[in-house]
């Protein structure tokens, strides 16, 4: 009984800790949006500028995942993260002092590259240490990540009427990642550098399967980073405070949390993953509709709509891509392609919906192209049949 309480003290102490690096993930992004005029008012900034502190840590996510593994296979897992959080908690601190449109920039690439190493690693990390609950620890991950963007959304704009400070609103996140990084620290002692192996690399660029997956998901996670940087934005030119709109962006992610913790679970009870699919896009587009058609009558049903929506989709676009595979090292470097191709297509929709404000002078036309994007993964969903997923691959040598 004392050996079993022994062994799950430590997993449980190093799932806490890894909650907690978790919450670090989107903060240094989600927090801007809600705070977006305030910051206009002093800085000039476009939105096409602006657009930059959402893309371009999204980018550094999917360069991460080509070099990311290497780099944690060089320092250590254990050293990697501390190091990243280092990194996101400086950049973070650094917006204190920030007063023109590149130090924001670069305080965003910066957290960005900490964000990706820690991305890069984490799942893997993950199946290592707790490889009889891989599920249930990355459902805890994910639906972590999100509850970080909705603490930001939900408190930056507080903190700022709080301290009459935009800068201070931004700059409080490095608190979270001081404190992710003390508490990590003090997981060292299970945390043995151990070199993982790398496996023989499977080359899936020349796969056209492997392709269809990475769009799949880039393209869904295209509407997660347009509504993380943009939603609030939206709001306040409907004429909504800041504070209210980033409640509204808070609630949607918390939305989010909610669908990526339910719907994992529900999806389970059948291979076929069609028709969760395509209610989880069919649950986006009414948002967008409804986001552009009626945005200030049943205001709270959209961003719930997207939210429940959204929330499912990413750990689905992930979980669809595993199935594809038996083997978990080959699945693992599949979704690692996936995430990587993803998350650079992902990064282009918060600059091209700021492009689309500058030009037309509206959010609308950019809900309205999401919204034909994600009929066009409706299209794709079809494509996802179960029982011919194992012609796509060939047998590993």
């Known amino acids: 009984m004392q050996t079993?309480?022994?062994?799950?003290?430590?997993?449980?102490g190093l799932m806490l800790a890894i909650i907690l690096v978790a919450l670090n993930l989107r903060p240094s992004m989600a927090a801007v949006g809600p705070l977006l005029s305030a910051i206009r008012g002093e800085i000039p900034l476009s939105f096409s500028l602006a657009s930059l502190l959402t893309m371009l840590p999204?980018?550094?996510?999917?360069?991460?995942?080509?070099?990311?593994?290497?780099?944690?296979?060089?320092?250590?897992?254990?050293?990697?993260?501390?190091?990243?959080?280092?990194?996101?908690?400086?950049?973070?601190?650094?917006?204190?002092?920030?007063?023109?449109?590149?130090?924001?920039?670069?305080?965003?690439?910066?957290?960005?590259?900490?964000?990706?190493?820690?991305?890069?690693?984490?799942p893997a990390l993950i199946?290592?240490?707790?490889?009889?609950?891989?599920?249930?620890?990355?459902?805890?991950?994910?639906?972590?990540?999100?509850?970080?963007?909705?603490l930001a959304a939900t408190f930056a704009p507080r903190i700022t009427v709080q301290t009459a400070s935009w800068r201070t609103g931004l700059a409080i996140w490095a608190l979270l990642a001081v404190f992710a990084l003390l508490?990590?620290?003090?997981?060292?002692?299970h945390l043995r550098d151990s070199?993982?192996?790398?496996?023989?690399?499977?080359?899936?660029?020349?796969?056209?399967?492997?392709?269809?997956?990475?769009?799949?998901?880039?393209?869904?996670?295209?509407?997660?980073?347009?509504?993380?940087?943009?939603?609030?934005?939206?709001?306040?030119?409907?004429?909504?405070?800041?504070?209210?709109?980033?409640?509204?962006?808070?609630f949607l992610t918390a939305m989010e949390v909610i669908s990526g913790l339910l719907v994992p679970a529900i999806a389970n009870r059948s291979?076929?993953?069609?028709?969760?699919?395509?209610?989880?896009?069919?649950?986006i587009i009414a948002g967008f509709c409804g986001l552009v058609l009626s945005p200030q009558q049943l205001s709270l049903l959209w961003p719930c709509l997207?939210?429940?929506?959204?929330?499912?989709?990413?750990?689905?676009?992930?979980?669809?891509?595993?199935?594809?595979?038996?083997d978990p090292q080959r699945a693992g470097g599949l979704t690692a392609f996936v995430q990587g191709i993803g998350y650079l297509i992902a990064g282009l929709s918060p600059m091209l919906a700021g492009l689309i404000r500058d030009r037309l002078g509206s959010f609308e036309w950019a809900w309205w192209s999401l919204t034909a994007?994600?009929?066009?993964?409706?299209l794709m969903v079809l494509r996802f049949d179960p029982r011919h997923y194992r012609r796509h691959f060939s047998p590993a040598s």
């Open 183 to 189: 508490v990590w620290w003090a997981q060292r002692r």
């Open 271 to 283: 291979r076929d993953r069609r028709a969760i699919l395509m209610t989880l896009l069919a649950l």
């Open 306 to 326: 997207l939210g429940l929506g959204i929330g499912g989709l990413f750990p689905m676009s992930l979980i669809v891509a595993l199935d594809h595979l038996d």
């Open 373 to 378: 994007v994600m009929a066009l993964m409706l």
């Open 4 to 12: 079993a309480h022994a062994t799950t003290r430590p997993a449980a």
């Open 58 to 122: 999204v980018m550094a996510m999917g360069l991460a995942m080509f070099f990311g593994l290497a780099i944690s296979q060089r320092l250590g897992q254990q050293r990697t993260v501390l190091v990243s959080l280092l990194i996101i908690a400086l950049a973070t601190l650094a917006r204190l002092f920030v007063d023109t449109a590149t130090g924001l920039i670069i305080s965003a690439v910066l957290a960005g590259i900490g964000i990706a190493l820690i991305q890069a690693l984490m």
């Open 195 to 250: 070199v993982t192996l790398a496996a023989k690399k499977e080359v899936f660029a020349r796969n056209g399967r492997a392709w269809l997956l990475a769009i799949f998901f880039g393209l869904g996670t295209a509407s997660y980073t347009c509504v993380l940087a943009w939603l609030a934005p939206y709001y306040v030119e409907q004429g909504w405070s800041e504070e209210n709109a980033g409640l509204l962006l808070g």
């Open 127 to 150: 199946k290592s240490r707790f490889p009889d609950n891989v599920a249930l620890c990355m459902g805890l991950y994910v639906t972590s990540i999100m509850g970080g963007a909705a």
